[in-house]
């Protein structure tokens, strides 16, 4: 097994898990939807949310690079344009997702040191 062999493999691991994953937070706010819980969203809810897609889509990231990297052939005028296209595009959505995780994550540590900035003085 080579290197792009296994770089698949575990793209095709963190899509699977990525997924299992965002099914079962989606089910539960299913359940507390249906339950008419007034506790529907919680402060890591969203955080959990972008966390697991970003699985996914690092995961799908890895499947298109193997792949591009296997269809590269050598010659001048025989580089495979959609696979780049693919992978450009799927490194945008994954990069998006990391934005808005580090982005909910500056909001809490934020928040955080304002409510104990707040309590001392």
């Known amino acids: 097994m080579d290197l792009l062999e296994t770089m698949m493999i575990a793209g095709i691991c963190l899509v699977i898990g990525g997924f299992a994953f965002l099914l079962r937070t989606q089910l539960k706010a299913l359940k507390q939807v249906r339950r008419q819980d007034i506790r529907l969203v919680g402060p890591h809810v969203g955080t959990r949310q972008d966390l697991y897609m970003g699985l996914l889509?690092?995961?799908?990231?890895?499947?298109?690079?193997?792949?591009?990297?296997?269809?590269?052939?050598?010659?001048?005028?025989?580089?495979?344009?959609?696979?780049?296209?693919?992978?450009?595009?799927?490194?945008?959505v994954c990069g998006g997702y990391a934005g808005r995780l580090l982005l909910r994550w500056e909001i809490t540590r934020r928040e955080a040191f304002m409510a104990a900035s707040s309590t001392q003085g």
């Open 57 to 92: 889509w690092s995961g799908i990231f890895l499947v298109q690079v193997s792949g591009l990297v296997r269809h590269i052939q050598p010659g001048p005028n025989n580089f495979p344009w959609f696979p780049l296209i693919a992978v450009a595009s799927v490194l945008f």
